[in-house]
């Protein structure tokens, strides 16, 4: 049995726009529309897409935070909003943009605070809390009282809190938002080591694609409230035609760009000096051969596909051009 | 990273005594979250105080040449006055917008993410916060009174006793109707119109303003037994100067204990209400 599993999930939410100086009209925002999917035990699974795509939404269903409008959710094979309470007890939830600590107390005070809201045994919360002390480095800032910590001392804090009562399903909304590059990695790290163990389920949404190619094999791209993606990183450079590049330094300009078999010219740089082929259907032996049969090469290099390109691609696309995975 | 992940079961079932143990451990830690902010309690205090004197002048002005009022005495008018400065802190009384906030910020969603219903583990948090308040807020303005005024002492053994109990209802009645006027952001998102509305509405017919006993015999009856604020100030403070026999001073907290059980259910009603439409504000 999947840890997670949707079939047609959707939400709507009814807003109100002004329509007058006194009238007000009813519209229906479809922030979800019949996401299906399952996830299995220990897998890592990264969730992206735009602004307003309804990730966090989705995410805020699974938890039992927010009640579907349609569809039906199953998270540890428990209903995520008619059982939240027991639900709670199996899943860890960080939110980047929120904090689930008490604002007032130190960490110290919230993590044992935790042990009590979660009655979770004093000798395994001790274990836990020493495993993430270590690996997110907490001990230098454990007594301070969480409205003072910084923002990557805080998520360090937030994961810690997540992770306390042995959770089987993590979830995380944009955990590393806001972070500076060495906070960036200790989490991302942090995470790798706990998706290595194998028996914890992460569902991640980042805005960020470079947790996503850190941690995750599995991507699910959301747009419009719909899985305009499921499956690897290469998939998806496949799917919406990724291509590795040839950028060739020239030792003088050609006179004129040269048309290469299966390699078109992407860029002319450098006064002509350097060409970036995109490498369609030709090899980069090809390229480097069909170039030196022209002018002397200077240097080679190839740059891989930049997911981050392919993803802006994809949200610039019409919906109606996404085919469902 | 095998000690981080899930090895054992966690406990599902619904036992009384952890139960217990996890309201406790949540009070504790409300007490502690109050007690960091020292100076505000030392501000608030010192404004009860100045206030204190004020109340007192004005009541005992009423009391005119005959000496007693609505049933009142000057040294029982006193002690409601500094015994009532004293309750306001630990009822709370105004200012608390912690789940309004919570709301209009979507922080809410953290609340609802904990093995605890958000009422139980607001109400632990607010006996913890009553519990720092009884210490910081209540005992001054009980020393300080004595020192001005001729105050009026218990006389009988059972009063003090039932005092604690009345003001612990108190705090729970208080802390339903405040949870209520919060629970309103999740319809309307900015609640200063049902705040002023309590604001106004708790003062006067709490009996902070002046004693309901001021007030037409009838309509006192019907305050008091047909809404629950006196409940959360009138009461307690008429049990401590002893102005009803004592029959009807338990009658009075057993009417409190109705309201803190029915206000109590009432948030559970329209907290699952609010949850079924709930925007988490903020994505």
Known sequence: MSVIEMDGLRKEFTVRVKAGPLRREKRTVTAVDGVDLRVERGEMLGCIGPNGAGKSTTLKMLTGVLTPSAGRARVCGLRPVADRTRLALRIGVVFGQRSQLWWDLPLRDSFDLLRHVYRVRAGEHAARLARCRDLLDLDAFLDTPVRQLSLGQRMRGELTAALLHGPEVLFLDEPTIGLDVVSKQAVRGFLAELGRAGDTTLVLTTHDLADIERLCRRLVVIDHGRVVHDGSIAELHRRYGSRRMVVAELDAALPEPPVLPGAPVQRVEADGRRLVFALERASVAEVVAGLAGLTTLRDISIVEPDIEEVVARLYRAPAALMDAP | ?283
Do not use: K
């Open chain 2, 1 to 283: 990273m095998g000690s981080v992940t899930a090895t054992v079961a966690p406990p599902t079932g619904a036992h009384v005594t952890p139960w217990f143990r996890t309201f406790g451990a949540i009070a504790a830690a409300g007490f502690r979250r109050h007690a960091t902010y020292r100076q505000a309690a030392v501000a608030g205090l010192c404004t009860n105080t100045v206030f204190g004197f004020l109340r007192c002048y004005v009541f005992l002005a009423a009391t005119g040449a005959a000496g007693t009022v609505a049933g009142y005495d000057r040294a029982q008018l006193a002690t409601f006055v500094w015994a009532g400065q004293g309750l306001l802190a630990v009822i709370a009384i105004w200012g608390w917008t912690d789940l309004a906030d919570r709301i209009r910020t979507g922080e809410v969603a953290a609340d609802l993410l904990r093995p605890v219903h958000p009422v139980t583990s607001y109400l632990a948090t607010d006996l913890g916060r009553a519990g720092f308040a009884s210490l910081a807020r209540l005992v001054p303005p009980l020393v300080v009174g004595p020192f001005f005024f001729a105050v009026y002492l218990p006389r009988h053994w059972a009063t003090v006793p039932l005092f604690l109990l009345s003001a612990l209802l108190a705090v729970v009645v208080c802390f339903g109707c405040r949870y209520l006027v919060n629970a309103t952001a999740y319809w309307l998102q900015d609640v200063r119109g049902p705040m002023i509305l309590w604001t106004l509405g708790s003062g006067v017919l709490a009996g902070l303003y002046f004693p309901l006993g001021f007030l037409p015999g009838p309509l006192e009856a019907v305050l008091r037994y047909a809404t629950p604020f006196p409940s959360i100030l009138q009461v307690p403070l008429d049990v401590l100067v002893e102005r009803e026999p004592m029959s009807t001073g338990l009658t009075l907290i057993g009417v409190q204990a109705g309201w803190a059980v029915l206000l109590l259910a009432l948030c559970r009603l329209v907290q699952r209400r609010a949850e079924r439409r709930l925007v988490v504000q903020g994505g």
